[in-house]
C-alpha cells in the first residue's frame, strides 16, 4: 500500500481565503493528499470575506461549502462532492498533531494567505499555533515551504522577516496577480495566484494560461 505523504496547506487570518480555496482545488485536482490547517485568525476573516463559519466539530462540511465557492462569492461554482476524501484536518491549537514533527511523512507546506503575523512568527521560529510550529518543521527539514505573503504597503521589518525566510529555504511568493495570461473575471486574478503557487511547489495544475513569449498572446482575437 502506498505510503500517503500530504502536503501542508496553513491558512492564516490575512485577507485572501479565495487564494487559499483555489490552492486546495488545484492540490486535489492534482490527485494531492492535503493535511489542512487553519488559523483562529482565518476564520474571522472566512467569516467576514465569504460568511462561512469554519467550525472543527464540522470541519469537513464547511471546506466543501468553502471549496465550492467562486471569488466573486458565487455558491457551488465548482464540484467537490468527490474531492475531500484524502483531506486531513488538524486544529490549529493541537500542536501534538502529526505535522508538529519532522517524523511526520509530509511533502511540505504551503502557507495561502500569509499574514504579517505568520509570516513574523515562521521567521522567528515562534511556533505559537500549529501553523508556525509546521512551518518552521518544514524548514528545519529541509522540505518545501511556500508563503504567499497578502499585504500591502509592507514595512521594513516585515521586509527583513520575508528575506530572513528566504534566507531559510522559503519560497516567499507575494499574492500578486497578473494579467499578461488574459484574466476576464476575478477568479482568473485569484487562479494566477494559486498556480504560482502550486509551480513553487511542483504541482502541476492548468489554472492559467502561461507566458509563451508572444507579444498580444492574452488579447482577444476576432476571427
Do not use: C
Not at 106 to 126: D, E, N, Q
Not at 133 to 154: F, Q
Amino acid at each position: 500500500m502506498k505510503s500517503r505523504r500530504p502536503w501542508v496547506v496553513g491558512v492564516s487570518g490575512a485577507s485572501g481565503t479565495p487564494y487559499a480555496a483555489a490552492v486546495l482545488r488545484g492540490l486535489l485536482a492534482a490527485g494531492e493528499s492535503v493535511d489542512l490547517v487553519v488559523s483562529r485568525a482565518s476564520r474571522l476573516t472566512l467569516l467576514d470575506e465569504t460568511g462561512i463559519s469554519f467550525r472543527d466539530a464540522h470541519w469537513r462540511e464547511d471546506l466543501a461549502v468553502w471549496l465550492a465557492r467562486g471569488a466573486d462569492g458565487k455558491p457551488d461554482t465548482f464540484d467537490v462532492s468527490d474531492a475531500l476524501d484524502d483531506v486531513r484536518y488538524w486544529a490549529a491549537g493541537d500542536l501534538a498533531a502529526g505535522p508538529s514533527s519532522g517524523s511526520y511523512p509530509a511533502k511540505g507546506m504551503l502557507v495561502v494567505p500569509a499574514s504579517t503575523a505568520a509570516v513574523a512568527g515562521v521567521a522567528l521560529g515562534l511556533s505559537k499555533d500549529l501553523l508556525q510550529r509546521t512551518a518552521s518543521v518544514t524548514l528545519k527539514e529541509r522540505r518545501p515551504l511556500v508563503v504567499a505573503v497578502r499585504e500591502t504597503p509592507l514595512n521594513g521589518q516585515t521586509l527583513k522577516h520575508m528575506v530572513a525566510l528566504d534566507e531559510a529555504g522559503a519560497v516567499v511568493l507575494p499574492a500578486s496577480p497578473a494579467f499578461y495570461a488574459g484574466a476576464t473575471h476575478i477568479q482568473d486574478l485569484v487562479d494566477f495566484v494559486a498556480g504560482r503557487v502550486l509551480d513553487a511547489a511542483g504541482v502541476p495544475h492548468r489554472l492559467y494560461r502561461r507566458w509563451e513569449g508572444e507579444l498580444g498572446g492574452a488579447t482577444p482575437r476576432s476571427d
